[in-house]
């Protein structure tokens, strides 16, 4: 079992930090584009679940851009992980799958309950400001 972040939500992290340090809090999408390595046409991919969330803009337009508009302390790595990924399932058997909702449950299950609630709770204690400023926590 591999617990790792997709690619696109390392890029939506990079993406958020990316802004968050234009001096003017919006970068065109060819330059945005650029600095992630990717192509303009990859970029609404990566971008679509921030401006969904509310913590980016996109306008169109020769002055247009991406503008972020919430201060990353007050988004969490849980935060960005469902909304790039989706919402983590809190209710899925490690190994009966979708058996477990039929009643029965399995000797992985309370351990992995308790791993699964330790990870949702790190992950929500952290915050893509704090990442962003401290090295040793980068993605």
């Known amino acids: 079992m591999r617990l790792e972040l997709t690619k696109r939500t390392d890029l939506a992290f990079r993406a958020l930090t990316a802004i968050e340090s234009d ?7 060819a330059t945005l ?10 970029l609404p991919h990566v971008m679509a679940p921030l401006t969904r969330s509310g913590w980016v803009i996109s306008t169109s337009g020769p002055r247009g851009g991406y503008t972020l508009v919430v201060d990353l302390d007050n988004i969490t790595l849980l935060q960005l992980v469902e909304a790039v990924e989706g919402p983590i399932d809190t209710t899925g058997c490690l190994h009966l799958g979708p058996r477990h909702n039929s009643g029965h449950t399995c000797a992985l299950h309370r351990p992995w309950t308790k791993a699964r609630k330790a990870l949702m709770a790190e992950l929500d ?13 980068a993605l």
Not at 23 to 29: K, L, P, T
Not at 33 to 42: E, F, M, N, Q
Not at 125 to 137: F, L, Q, S, Y
Request: aromatic fraction near 4%.
């Open 23 to 29: 001096s003017e809090h919006r970068v065109n999408g």
């Open 125 to 137: 204690d952290v915050t893509i400001g704090h990442i962003a400023r401290d090295p040793h926590t």
């Open 33 to 42: 584009a650029d600095a992630l390595g990717i192509t303009t046409h990859y």
